[in-house]
């Protein structure tokens, strides 16, 4: 089984740093909703498995950019946030960011 708790910890800063990409984000996410749902429709329909294949994976593609981008920003702000202020969260936000990674590439 798989921990799948989300951490509590937050940026010692009001935002996060996806915040100034939030829309981008946003506008992404939803079109891997419709891309999800086109999958959907694919098995509905009876389409062909190797279509419905590549469809999942140019999906998982997507939420794996996605992932990748809201990790660089939690990088480069909340990590080096953090480490810049010299505090014992910067470990934290170190084996935050590690453990979240190891998920990634699971």
Known sequence: M???????TSCNHAEHGYITDKA???ARLKRIEGQS???HRMVEDEKYCIGI????????????SVAVGLLEDHLRHCV???AR?????AEEKV????QA?????R
């Open 2 to 8: 798989t921990d799948t708790t989300v951490p509590t």
């Open 24 to 26: 981008r984000y946003l």
């Open 37 to 39: 749902r086109g999958i």
């Open 53 to 64: 294949l590549t469809q999942i994976s140019a999906l998982t593609s997507a939420l794996r």
């Open 80 to 82: 080096a946030d953090a």
């Open 85 to 89: 202020a010299g505090s014992d969260i």
């Open 95 to 98: 084996q935050e960011a590690s």
């Open 101 to 105: 990674i190891a998920r990634l590439v």
